[in-house]
């Protein structure tokens, strides 16, 4: 199976090369973390692609992960801040139209969500999402591996800077995790040529039969 071949192939690179990463493969790995699941399908974050080498070295400041700015792209998934209403019921509409659903076919869906997140104070809320976009993470790193692209996913970075720079809190944002895309310094990075050390699968795994 090639995608466990890509997996064993991919780690957490710690120094690019200088080459970029063709347009054509960072929209594939766009377009996979669209089509990923996310609770109640609602996708409460957004993507940001950073190229510019400015905005990426300001937002590597203070920062020990060089691949910040040192890549050849930058992914940052920013959670929303609250999930209202009247987010919903557009989402909601939109899934009515490309379903090809009567204008209020969907409307026991938007009910029962509306209800549910009224409940949340906007910290559950901005968790929630934080944890629907680790999902496009992960769909993320996978993608990278099967186009054979280099990738590195960080907490290590300041969500505050980020919130600043890129004006996220303007746009009921916040940054919740970050990931850089290019390809290794097979000569500088220490860990380009180590094993992959993981727990045997029979460890890691149970099946209850």
Wanted: glycine share 6%; charged share 25%; proline share 3%.
């Amino acid at each position: 199976m090639d995608l466990i071949k890509n997996l064993q192939w991919r780690y957490a690179v710690k120094k690019y090369s200088g080459e970029s990463v063709s347009e054509d493969k960072i929209d594939q790995i766009i377009e996979a973390i669209n089509l990923t699941a996310s609770s109640c399908g609602i996708q409460p974050y957004r993507l940001f692609v950073i190229t510019n080498p400015k905005v990426r070295q300001r937002l590597g400041e203070g920062s020990f992960n060089t691949q910040i700015h040192a890549s050849s792209h930058l992914l940052i998934f920013a959670g929303f801040n609250e999930i209202t209403a009247d987010y919903i019921t557009e989402y909601v509409e939109m899934m009515e139209q490309q379903r090809d659903l009567e204008k209020g076919g969907l409307k026991m869906l938007e009910d029962t969500l509306i209800g549910y997140f009224s409940t949340k104070t906007p910290e559950q809320n901005a968790i929630w999402s934080d944890k629907q976009a680790y999902i496009g993470l992960g769909t993320a790193l996978i993608a990278a591996a099967e186009l054979k692209v280099d990738s590195t996913p960080m907490e290590g970075f300041d969500p505050k800077l980020f919130d600043e720079v890129l004006g996220l809190s303007e746009k009921g944002l916040h940054a919740s995790v970050i990931m850089s895309l290019g390809y290794r310094d097979q000569a500088n990075d220490f860990l380009a040529s180590v094993p992959k050390a993981r727990l045997p699968v029979n460890e890691f795994s149970t099946k209850i039969n």
